[in-house]
C-alpha cells in the first residue's frame, strides 16, 4: 500500500556551492565533495580522485629534501629551483619526465643563485619562469636581497685568475694574496670590490703596468671600512700596458667577495642580479647564470616574467620592460618599457589570443595588479604596441592562480574565481553564461596569504588550491572546476603550493614533503591508485539540505534508495541522514558487492547469479576457471589470453564495466525533520561509485517545534 500524502524527493549530486540550502542554487547542489570527481562516462555518478604518486625524489639525487619553491614543465622536462647544495640558497634542477633521470645543470654558485625562500604561512612574491629563446628565465624574491656580483667564475684563493673573475677570499685565508692577470689589455675604469658581512676588513689593491692609478682609496691604496661595502677603481687608461692586479682582504667574516669585470661588455659595479636563467643552446648540457638586462637595465628585480612576441617582458614594480626579440638579456633602447595603470604593482602576467571581428585573432598580453586588468597589444617592431584596461575594479591577489586554458585565463580575485575569455570578456566563472552568481566564492574571498595560493589546468578541469575558509574553518583545501559539468568538485585533502601540467596530467610539489615532485590525474584511468603517496583517504559527500517542499509541516521518511557501485570489490558506505545543523537522524551501513551477495546472504531479486567465488553471483566452481579478457596468456594453453585479474566498472580500460545498483536505506526509526541533506563516507578506492537518491516524503500533519528541538 503506498504512503498517502508523499512526494518522491530526487537528489543527484552535481557539484558544490556555499550555500547551505538547495532550494535557490541547483538541484543536486552539494556542500562537500572531499576526494570524490564527477565520473565522466557516467553523470549521475562521483566517483574517487585519483591519488597521488611520487615521480622523483630529488634527495636521492644530490639536493636534499629541500623546499621546491617553483617548476615548469618544458616539453617531457621538468625545470625548477630548489633549496639545496648551497646553504640559503635555491639551486636550478631539470628531471627528465621520458628518460627519468636527473639531467645536470652547471654554472650554479653560491654567489649567482637566489636565497632560499621561507616556507612559513606568509605571503610572498612568488618565483615565475617563463621561456624565451633558449633561455629559461627565472624571477625570484630571493635576487632582492644578494650583493649582486656579477658576470664571472668565482675562485676560492689562487692567482692568474682571467679576466673577469670574481675572485673570493674566504676569511680563513686571511693575509692571502689573490693575484689577478689581465690576459689583454683593456681600457677603462676596473672597480675591485669588497663585500663586508661584518666586523673590520681591509681591502689592499696593487697593480703593475702603465699608466695605472688607485683611485677611491686611502693611503697607498689601502682600505679600511666596518661598511657594508668598500670599493677601489682602477683607471686601466688608453695605454695597452695593464698587466696584474694583486688584492689582499684581511678581517674577519664569511666571505670577502672581490670583483674584477669586464669592462668591454657593458657590465659595471653597481649592476644587479634582477633574474636567473638557465641556458638550453645544448639541452643536454644546460647551464644557470643570474644577471640583468644590458646596456639598458632593470630598475629593480623582476616580480614576474613572460614571453610575448618573443620577447621577454619583465615586471618591475608598475613597469613593464621588454627584451630584443629572442634575446632575453638585451634592452637596446631605453624606450623599451611600458608604465601600466596607477603606482599598484604588477602581480602576474600571461599571454591571451583575443577574437576581434576586423582582424581575427588578436595576440595580447594580460597584466593583472591587485585591482586591476590590463591587456598589452601589438609589437614596438610594428609601431603598434598599445595598452588598454579592462577592468578598473578586479584583479588578484594570488599571482600563481593566473591560468590559461583553451577558452581563457583563471584567477583568483578577493570576489572569487574569475575568467577571461577568448573575446575579452571579464566574468566570475559560473554554470552558465546567463548566471550571475558564482557557485563556490566563500574560500577564494576568504583566503589566507592568497599569494601563496597555486594553480593549473589539464584535461578540462582548472584546479586551485590553498588555505581559506571553508564551512567557517580556515583550512587546506585543493579545488577542482570541471569545463564539461561547469560545476566544482572538492575541497580535496591533498596539500601542495605549486603545479604545472604535462601531458596530461599534473605535476605537484608540496611543503609538506619536500624534495618531492608528485603526479596527479585529473580523471581515473589505468594508472589509478587509492593512495596519497602511499596513505589512505577518505571520501566525503556532504549535500546541501534538499530542496524546500510546499508543506507548512514536518516531513518524515521511511522509504530511500541509494545508487551505489562496487565494481570489482567489496566496499562498506556509511550513509547519513542528517538535519540542516549536521545532527544525524539516522545512519545506515549498505556494503556493496561486485556481482552479487556473500554466500548466505542471498536476497531475493537482487539479480545474485551462479559465478566463479565464494562471492554468490561470480560464477562456478565446477571445471576449469572462468577467465576474465585483457590477461597475458594464450588461448587454448595452460594460461589463456582470458585471464582472472581484476576488472574495474569505473576505470577506463581495465577489465568488466558494472553499473552501479540501487541499495534501499533500511533506517532503524522513520526520520522526522524540517531540512535534511545527505552524507556518505568511505574509504578511497577505484570502485566506490555514488549516484541518485530518492527518498519518499510524507507530511506528518503539525509544523515545525523550531530548529533547537528535535522530536
Known amino acids: 500500500m503506498g504512503i498517502a500524502n508523499s512526494q518522491v524527493v530526487r537528489f543527484t549530486p552535481r557539484g558544490i556551492t556555499d550555500s547551505f540550502d538547495a532550494t535557490d542554487r541547483f538541484a543536486g547542489a552539494c556542500r562537500q565533495l572531499t576526494n570524490l570527481i564527477f565520473d565522466q562516462s557516467n553523470p549521475e555518478l562521483v566517483v574517487t580522485r585519483p591519488g597521488v604518486t611520487e615521480l622523483v625524489n630529488l634527495a636521492d639525487h644530490g639536493f636534499g629534501a629541500g623546499f621546491i619553491s617553483i617548476h615548469i614543465a618544458v616539453g617531457t622536462r621538468i625545470y625548477g629551483m630548489i633549496a639545496s647544495t648551497f646553504a640559503g640558497k635555491d639551486v636550478p634542477f631539470c628531471w627528465d619526465l621520458a628518460t627519468g633521470a636527473l639531467v645536470a645543470i652547471s654554472g650554479a654558485t653560491a654567489l649567482n643563485t637566489p636565497d632560499s625562500p621561507e616556507v612559513a604561512d606568509s605571503d610572498w612574491t612568488p618565483p615565475t619562469m617563463a621561456v624565451v629563446g633558449v633561455k629559461i628565465l627565472l624571477t625570484h624574491p630571493g635576487y632582492s636581497n644578494l650583493p649582486k656580483w656579477l658576470w664571472g667564475t668565482t675562485v676560492l684563493g689562487g692567482s692568474n685568475q682571467t679576466w673577469g673573475s670574481v675572485l673570493v677570499l674566504d676569511s680563513a685565508a686571511a693575509n692571502a694574496d689573490l693575484t689577478f692577470t689581465a690576459v689583454s689589455p683593456i681600457p677603462g675604469v676596473i672597480t675591485v670590490a669588497m663585500h663586508n658581512e661584518g666586523g673590520t676588513k681591509t681591502l689592499q689593491v696593487s697593480v703593475s703596468g702603465l699608466a695605472i692609478s688607485v683611485r677611491l682609496a686611502t693611503t697607498a691604496g689601502v682600505i679600511t671600512s666596518t661598511a657594508n661595502d668598500v670599493k677601489a677603481a682602477i683607471d686601466g687608461g688608453s695605454a695597452a700596458g695593464l698587466t696584474t692586479v694583486a688584492v689582499q682582504g684581511t678581517g674577519a667574516g664569511v666571505v670577502d667577495a672581490f670583483e674584477l669585470p669586464q669592462a668591454f661588455n657593458g657590465r659595471r659595479w653597481g649592476d644587479r642580479y634582477n633574474f636567473g636563467y638557465i641556458d638550453l643552446i645544448d639541452p643536454d648540457a644546460p647551464t644557470f647564470d643570474a644577471s640583468t638586462t644590458f646596456p639598458n637595465t632593470l630598475t629593480g628585480p623582476s616580480l614576474c616574467v613572460v614571453n610575448f612576441s618573443n620577447r621577454a617582458y619583465y615586471a618591475v614594480g608598475n613597469i613593464v620592460f621588454y627584451s630584443d626579440v629572442l634575446d632575453p638579456l638585451a634592452i637596446t633602447n631605453a624606450d623599451q618599457q611600458v608604465t601600466v595603470g596607477d603606482s599598484q604593482d604588477i602581480m602576474a602576467m600571461s599571454g591571451l589570443p583575443v577574437q576581434t571581428t576586423g582582424s581575427g585573432m588578436l595576440q595580447t598580453m594580460t597584466i593583472l595588479k591587485d585591482t586591476q586588468v590590463w591587456q598589452l597589444a601589438g609589437d614596438a617592431a610594428t609601431w603598434n604596441l598599445s595598452l588598454s584596461y579592462t577592468s578598473l575594479n578586479v584583479g588578484t591577489n594570488a599571482p600563481r592562480t593566473l591560468t590559461q586554458s583553451p577558452y581563457g585565463l583563471y584567477f ?118 587509492d593512495t596519497d603517496l602511499g596513505t589512505l583517504f577518505n571520501c566525503n559527500l556532504i549535500s546541501a539540505t534538499l530542496p524546500k517542499l510546499e508543506w507548512v509541516a514536518m516531513k518524515q521518511v521511511v522509504e530511500s534508495t541509494l545508487e551505489l557501485a562496487a565494481s570489482d570489490g567489496d566496499i562498506a558506505y556509511l550513509v547519513y541522514a542528517q538535519d540542516e545543523f549536521g545532527r544525524n537522524l539516522g545512519r545506515v551501513v549498505v556494503n556493496v558487492h561486485s556481482g552479487g551477495s556473500p554466500w548466505g546472504s542471498f536476497i531475493w531479486a537482487d539479480g545474485t547469479a551462479w559465478g566463479t567465488s565464494n562471492i554468490w553471483g561470480k560464477g562456478s566452481a565446477w571445471g576449469p576457471i572462468q577467465r576474465v579478457w585483457g590477461g597475458t596468456d594464450r588461448y587454448l594453453e595452460f594460461n589463456a589470453y582470458w585471464s582472472s585479474g581484476p576488472g574495474s566498472g569505473l576505470r577506463w580500460g581495465t577489465g568488466a564495466q558494472n553499473p552501479p545498483g540501487t541499495y534501499p536505506l533500511e533506517w532503524s526509526a522513520p526520520l522526522v525533520f524540517e531540512k535534511i541533506q545527505l552524507r556518505v563516507d568511505c574509504v578511497a578506492s577505484g570502485e566506490v561509485g555514488i549516484g541518485t537518491l530518492y527518498l519518499k516524503a510524507q507530511k506528518t500533519g503539525y509544523m515545525t517545534f523550531g530548529p533547537r528541538i528535535v522530536p
Open 412 to 529: 583568483s580575485t578577493t570576489g572569487g574565481i574569475y575568467f577571461l575569455d577568448l573575446l575579452g570578456t571579464l566574468r566570475p566563472v559560473t554554470h552558465s553564461q546567463g548566471d550571475l552568481e558564482p557557485d563556490v566564492q566563500s574560500p577564494f574571498a576568504n583566503a589566507v596569504n592568497p599569494s601563496r595560493w597555486c594553480a593549473a589546468y589539464n584535461s578540462h578541469v582548472y584546479r586551485v588550491a590553498g588555505k581559506g575558509l571553508f564551512r567557517g574553518v580556515y583550512v587546506f583545501g585543493d579545488y577542482w572546476f570541471d569545463e564539461q559539468r561547469r560545476r566544482w568538485n572538492g575541497p580535496h585533502a591533498f596539500p601542495y603550493d605549486c603545479a604545472s601540467a604535462v601531458d596530461g596530467y599534473f605535476v605537484l610539489s608540496t611543503w609538506t614533503r619536500p624534495g618531492l615532485l608528485i603526479r596527479s590525474n585529473p580523471s581515473q584511468n589505468t594508472s589509478f591508485v
